[in-house]
């Protein structure tokens, strides 16, 4: 199903033809029908014998009503431009098609109302004004039907003109996440509240789990209208009432929507905006606006990203209240006061990938997300929302694009990175830890913060993606260092004399250690090369280790650790008394050494006794 919409001015006869064309009037309101009016959006349904179906949105004329006319203009499709024959197109004629060129139209057909009230031998010149009219329009050029809702002068080929153009339309997509902008909510007796709009793309089956944004609200559908029809499952295209038990009629307004979880509201996004021409000298850098998105009205800012133009430019659009956007979704803009229009456009928070031969679309677009936000590790949600695909397309496409090579994951939590600004990351780290290494080698490599300083790379995205090459096998993270697989270090000599002579063994004592504090001291005071960095290496390598307030040798470790299976071959348990003995120190030592043996799964303490920590044996 598609939808038609109308345009027109007040007194051109859109309802009266809607109502000739469907035999439904469209003005459900008495003060409309009272007032011969159309003060709000009216809905008919138009269907043909084989099957060619369409929704009707009919939108007030008056210019008073424009914010209801914006309101249902972004589902239509093909516009039924109804204009009075013999009066032509008016000015807010031409406004609301300056509106709708910046919205989803793609086809339009024009309806020469009233043609019964012009002499047959004016009627081609009345005609040709009209054309004459619409040059500059997206009505330029569209077949012009000469009609009479009052008499049905030539209806029958302006209904075949509608169904020929309907037939011709490419379907919606279907594949992509819900997205229904509500245009109006109320309750029925029985069944609680109900919501109808325009399914913009996806589809929505008796049963499902969707939101109401912006709010977060879940929302179950327990069943779904099409005109005077109960469906099991509707598709994108369709004019829908959909029934959610649980949510309260007053929790609900024009200008939310139902969607997919794919997608969420928000207050601020980048966009393509094309301005009309005659607004250029109202526009600023930031310009205060009435944003018309989906069936939503909000006052925002537009900042420009670039030098104002008449072509399209990249702004970024800032609202007062959230709403629902997401990549592709189209939008008009007039100022706030007066509101005459300034332009309009579609949101564009991605780049477009280039496509590849043969590759599905959902990949085009799901790796056009990867490498817009470069590396910036993006989770599956983010990533359909930006794509707008539903989600489990998203992760189809996600785990194809890691298996091509094409993106990478990374982990805590799951995320996604194009895999060529990856490499890119990969080259650069491992170009400055090539010079790194030859520069200090004694160090043990580059902390995240060093690399976040060396690449610009924000340091919470660079340690994911750089686990994954960890993971990869492409780099090692020692303690918390990174650098390259094949790179050790490597003391020089005056640096490994530095640390003998700071750790001497004494053969009375010889597990007795040093204070830390003053091994501390002694590194700072150094005038030898690089031995703050050898000494973060020695602890990191284990070669020194601190315990409590004092510095151990890794072989004193070793011999401590000896002593203790020697101990437990012989006893089951041992006393923090024992152990001191078994040292020949003091409990000012011991007692720390037991609880890092403790916490090393070395020793497990059972009320005054340590026991020995057993070790699974492997089969």
Do not use: C
Not at 162 to 181: C, F, G, I, K, T
Not at 205 to 216: Q, T
């Amino acid at each position: 199903m598609h939808v038609i919409g109308t345009a027109g001015h007040v007194d051109h006869g859109k309802s009266a033809l809607i109502a000739a064309l469907t035999g439904t009037n469209p003005d459900r309101l008495l003060e409309e029908q009272i007032r011969g009016m159309t003060l709000d959006l009216g809905f008919a349904h138009l269907r043909f014998d084989d099957g060619v179906e369409a929704g009707i949105v009919d939108v007030p004329g008056h210019e008073r009503f424009l914010h209801n006319m914006l309101a249902g203009a972004a589902g239509m499709e093909l516009l039924l431009l109804v204009v009075d024959a013999n009066e032509g197109a008016m000015p807010q004629t031409i406004e609301h098609l300056q509106i709708l060129q910046f919205l989803n139209v793609s086809r339009v057909v024009v309806a020469a109302n009233k043609i019964d009230l012009i002499e047959p031998r004016d009627r081609e010149a009345a005609l040709g004004r009209l054309a004459e009219q619409l040059r500059g329009t997206i009505a330029e050029g569209a077949p012009i039907h000469a009609v009479s809702a009052t008499t049905g002068e030539n209806l029958d080929a302006l209904k075949a003109a509608l169904h020929d153009a309907l037939a011709a339309m490419a379907p919606r997509n279907e594949s992509a996440p819900v997205y229904l902008p509500i245009d109006r909510a109320f309750t029925l007796t029985g069944l609680g509240t109900v919501v109808t709009g325009t399914l913009m793309q996806g589809t929505i089956g008796a049963g499902d789990s969707l939101l109401l944004e912006p709010s977060g609200t879940p929302a179950h559908v327990r069943s779904i209208g099409v005109f005077a029809s109960r469906k099991r499952r509707v598709g994108a295209g369709s004019r829908v009432a959909l029934n959610l038990p649980g949510i309260d009629r007053r929790a609900i307004r024009r200008g939310q929507a139902i969607v997919g979880r794919e997608l969420s509201a928000r207050r601020s996004f980048g966009v393509r905006f094309q301005p009309l021409r005659d607004a250029i000298p109202l526009l600023r850098r930031r310009t205060p606006v009435r944003a018309y998105v989906g069936s939503a009205e909000i006052l925002g800012t537009l900042v420009m990203d670039e030098p104002i133009a008449a072509t399209e430019v990249r702004a970024r659009l800032n609202l007062r209240e959230e709403v629902v956007a997401f990549s592709g979704l189209r939008f008009v803009l007039r100022r706030p006061s007066p509101m005459t229009l300034l332009g309009g456009g579609f949101v564009e928070d991605i780049e477009s990938a280039v496509p590849d031969d043969g590759r599905d679309p959902n990949e085009d677009a799901v790796l056009g997300v990867l490498r817009a936000r470069k590396l910036e590790p993006s989770t599956r949600k983010e990533i359909a929302s930006g794509a707008n695909v539903r989600e489990d397309a998203a992760d189809a496409a996600l785990t194809h694009l890691v298996e091509a090579g094409d993106a990478i994951r990374v982990e805590r939590p799951a995320a996604y990175v194009d895999a060529e600004a990856a490499q890119g990351l990969f080259v650069s780290v491992a170009a400055h830890l090539d010079d790194a290494h030859r520069a200090e080698p004694w160090a043990m490599g580059e902390t995240s913060i060093a690399l976040t300083r060396a690449t610009g790379v924000p340091e919470t995205a660079l340690v994911r993606i750089l686990e994954h090459f960890v993971a990869d096998g492409r780099l090692v993270n020692r303690s918390g260092y990174y650098a390259a697989v094949d790179f050790h270090p490597t003391l020089d000599p005056q640096q490994r004399a530095f640390f003998e002579y700071l750790l001497p063994l004494d053969d009375a004592q010889p597990l007795l250690p040093i204070p830390f504090a003053g091994a501390a001291a002694a590194v700072r005071r150094s005038q030898v090369a690089g031995v703050a960095k050898a000494f973060d290496t020695l602890l990191a390598q284990g070669v020194l280790v601190k315990i409590g307030d004092d510095l151990y040798r890794g072989s004193q470790i070793a011999q401590i650790r000896a002593r203790l299976a020697t101990h437990f071959a012989e006893h089951p348990r041992m006393t923090a008394a024992e152990f001191r003995d078994l040292l020949g120190t003091s409990r000012k030592y011991a007692v720390p050494l037991l609880e890092w043996l403790d916490t090393h799964d070395v020793t497990i303490r059972d009320g005054d006794y340590r026991t020995l920590r057993k070790r699974e044996t492997k089969q």
